[in-house]
């Protein structure tokens, strides 16, 4: 008895096939499914279904659970999208005050993709060792559409600029096109150094320029804040040397200066000084001479009374 017809049954369709009359095969040309087979089922395939009918009516069936034919009626289907990263923190060309700062990253796949394998993560630290989804300090978070995941350095890092790199791949074998950002680390505050005024000085004037220096070798330049009496004096220019000076006017008494200088990464120095400001001469208010008239010669005592506000 002669075939009739050979159709296949693909994700809910029926296609019918041609007859090869060169082969005696029955052939078709199929459009793949637009979503990837991954999720359709533990075997992530799409089941087909093979329906073979003759002259007389008589019919066929075969399908992924066929004991022969099985095996060759999956149809594994790949999407072709790279997964995403997008890394939250640390910002990019941050200074950070810690050696151990919170790396934090945002992995996802398309939406009905095959999904993020995230045994596929791959961190680097200055192109270091790959650090993965299970390493020590690694956090991961499955969220809709892939993972959230937070990496802690378990070994300080140095002062000084850092580069991490990031790559994952989907569950269909796409990989991500490499994540990177770089940063600098900055655990040592400025150095300040104030050349005038020096502590616990005098004087009979309320002008005063306050002057000195600072540094910082990771994360210049350096901002620098003075405060008089706890009142912020303003903008206090740092030459490209380190160098700055400040004109203040004093109170009389009295006055409390503090010199701020803080870093890019936000570690800051500080010096205190203690200016006091006395504009009122001393009184004298009574002299002694003992004895007076004195002989020539003879030793007297010269005795001075003196007031001072």
């Not at 002062?159 to 790559?167: F, K, L, N, P």
């Not at 910082?216 to 490209?240: C, F, M, R, W, Y």
């Not at 040397?241 to 009389?252: C, D, P, Q, R």
């Not at 008239?293 to 009374?305: D, K, L, R």
């Amino acid at each position: 008895m002669a075939v009739n017809t050979v159709r296949v049954l693909i994700n809910g369709a029926w296609v019918t096939l041609t007859k090869n009359q060169s082969t005696g095969k029955y052939e078709g040309t199929v459009a793949a499914p637009n979503v990837t087979s991954w999720n359709v089922n533990v075997g992530h395939y799409y089941p087909v279904t093979v329906e073979a009918t003759d002259l007389a009516g008589n019919v066929t069936t075969a399908d992924d659970t066929h004991a022969t034919l099985g095996g060759m009626l999956k149809l594994t289907v790949k999407e072709v999208t790279k997964p995403t990263i997008s890394i939250t923190a640390p910002a990019a060309s941050a200074f950070l005050s810690t050696n151990t700062p919170a790396i934090s990253l945002q992995l996802r796949d398309e939406a009905n993709g095959s999904g993020v394998k995230i045994s596929s993560l791959q961190l680097k630290i200055d192109g270091g060792a790959a650090i993965g989804n299970t390493a020590a300090g690694m956090s991961v978070t499955a969220v809709s559409g892939g993972y959230n995941c937070t990496y802690t350095p378990q070994i300080p890092l140095s002062d000084g600029s850092h580069t991490i790199t990031v790559t994952v791949q989907d569950n269909d074998g796409n990989t991500s096109t490499t994540a990177s950002r770089t940063f600098t680390v900055d655990t040592v505050p400025p150095s300040l150094n104030i050349t005038s005024p020096a502590d616990n000085i005098w004087q009979n004037t309320t002008s005063l320029v306050v002057s000195g220096s600072t540094n910082d070798a990771t994360s210049s330049p350096v901002t620098v804040t003075i405060k008089l009496n706890d009142t912020d004096q303003g903008a206090v220019t740092v030459e490209a040397n380190g160098n700055f000076s400040k004109a203040l006017t004093l109170v009389e008494g009295t006055n409390t200066i503090v010199v701020i200088a803080t870093d890019r990464a936000g570690k800051s120095s500080s010096v205190t000084r203690t200016v006091n400001v006395d504009m009122t001469a001393p009184v004298v208010t009574n002299v002694t001479i003992t004895p007076n008239p004195v002989n020539v010669g003879q030793s007297y005592t010269i005795t001075v009374e003196v007031t001072d506000i």
